[in-house]
């Protein structure tokens, strides 16, 4: 499927940043927890699948959360590429459910070249169950997001969603997937 880049836009942890690269190095670096990998973390809920205090998954993603360069948080393979080259054609947007925009404009900073990054927006509006009502916003038919229960409601909302695919959503969605930014690219057509 081909599609606009000026219509599409991005979830943040999960699409283009690495969360969960960040969340197992940092469960194990600062908390020991070490035994996991990826491929356990099968719920959007992480508390759902790991053997880990709730207290310690919370204090983990909150310190990603409040400092995404402190916490060496890591761009998806290929994610500054390809919305680096999106940005020559459309402005590009992305919607996170984060409620703080400072560490996300902070790392978007670090990790985009200039011109890239002038044409990059940003929502943090702190609610994983609000986003249809930003995209319409911003005028966009599609959205890319790792969290499947968020694209039932963007589908219930007449937008078109593509799942990232990580181990927490696989097989717990109808929608199109997406693998990887290497996808997304010819996607787009960049």
Known sequence: MRVNSSEIGFDFDGVIADTAEAFIRLAC??????????????????ENCLDM?????ERIFLDILHDSLASRLRPMEGSVEVLSRMSNIAPVTIITARPLEKPVIDWLDHHFEEPAREKIRLVAMGNHDDKARYIHDHGLRYFIDDR?????????ADIHPFVFSQPWNRGKHQFASVANWQEIGEMVGV
């Open 148 to 156: 499947s229960d968020t694209c039932r409601q963007l589908h219930a």
């Open 53 to 57: 205090p709730a207290d310690t998954i």
């Open 29 to 46: 670096e600062e908390h020991h927890f070490c035994s996991f990998s990826l491929e356990d973390i099968t719920s959007f809920e992480v």
